[in-house]
């Protein structure tokens, strides 16, 4: 018999036959509408693997219901929304998909930082709704991303992935991080330096760290009280790490100049969200990783981690 799996979303159908020829699939056919919990919560009681994304909770009460979970693949580099200790109390594997999607969220993270620095939301939207009237000395103006001074907190894979992109810009790089990057320092020149120097110095402050206990917040009124008048702060990461009203009342007041962001602390942000009403705000849908070759490259790894969970054997990249 086949080990029975579910998937929580409707994935591309290649994806789908190459589970279905080891494992008996059932998966929820929806590709905008998240599995409902009542759902997940019937449908775990009796499978061997999960495919799961970062919209689902995988928390202790749910894995309670799971008799016979052997595996948890998030089709996710990010596993904040899996209750790790739970899993390894329970010896479930759980699985993410770094690696492939290091390139596309740094491009991202560099498109919203130059969008941002440059205002080209606001730009567009001003020639949109007929504005344009004529070319003026100081219309639309912003910052300089070439030659400026970059801060990236979380010098990973994605982060030394930017940290390239602003060496091409001729950019100073400084990073943060909780060990240091001999590699990084040579061949990029980076600068490692405490976070509040960080802050103090940047021009652009970049959050590139995993979410976890210790990052819930990292960024609030002190950091921000910390940053240049004229920096841009972008969040690629999660949006739980910077506190959102600090940030509201840091970008109103002029404390810090913009804000570019992929994440949200709750998603997706509820239209009413004070940061929506700032036009220094860029605020983008979580897509990081959002190109074709990038999301079938996810689906097919944790395709893969799933496939080998569920055979008993040890899927290549293992968070717990
Ligand atoms: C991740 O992989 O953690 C992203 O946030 C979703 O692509």
């Known amino acids: 018999m086949k080990p029975k799996v579910l998937i929580t979303r409707k994935i591309p159908q290649e994806i789908v036959e190459k589970i279905s020829s080891v494992c008996d699939v059932d998966m929820w056919n929806e590709e ?8 997940l919560e019937q449908k775990i009681v009796d499978v061997e693997g999960l495919f799961c994304l970062i919209t689902e909770k995988i928390d202790a009460d749910l894995l309670k219901k799971a008799k016979n979970l052997k595996v948890v693949s998030n089709m996710a580099v990010g596993y904040n929304n899996i209750d ?16 492939v999607l290091t390139e596309t969220t740094a491009d991202l993270t560099f498109a919203l930082l130059m969008a941002t620095a440059r205002r080209l939301i606001e730009a567009s939207t001003y020639l949109r709704n007929g504005e344009w009237k004529t070319w003026s000395p100081m219309q639309l103006t912003g910052q300089d991303v070439y030659g400026a001074t970059i801060g990236i ?4 894979r994605i982060g030394e992935a930017v940290a390239r992109r602003a060496k091409a810009f001729d950019m100073n790089i400084l990073y943060h991080n909780r060990n240091r990057k001999v590699d990084a320092e040579k061949t990029l020149g980076a600068t490692y330096v405490e976070l509040d120097e960080l802050l103090k110095q940047s021009d652009f402050v970049v959050i590139m760290t995993p979410y976890t206990p210790e990052t819930v ?3 609030s009124e002190r950091e921000l009280s910390l940053m240049k008048k004229t920096a841009v702060l972008i969040n690629t990461a999660r ?16 404390q810090i100049w913009a804000a570019g962001l992929d994440v949200f602390a709750i ?26 070759k990038t999301r079938l490259k996810m689906a097919e790894l944790a395709a ?17």
């Open 217 to 219: 917040n990292l960024i």
């Open 239 to 254: 949006g739980g790490i910077v506190n959102e009203e600090a940030l509201y009342n840091a970008l109103k007041t002029g």
């Open 304 to 320: 893969d981690n799933l496939m080998k969970g569920v055979t008993n054997q040890r899927p290549d990249h293992v968070v717990v």
């Open 32 to 39: 905008e509408v998240p599995i409902p919990r009542e759902v």
């Open 267 to 292: 998603e997706p942000v509820s239209l009413d969200h004070p940061l929506l009403t700032l036009p220094n705000v860029v605020a983008l849908p979580h897509i990081g990783s959002a190109s074709i």
């Open 153 to 156: 907190i979380g010098m990973g």
């Open 84 to 99: 790790i200790e739970a899993c390894r109390e329970r010896g479930i594997t759980v699985t993410n998909t770094p690696g």
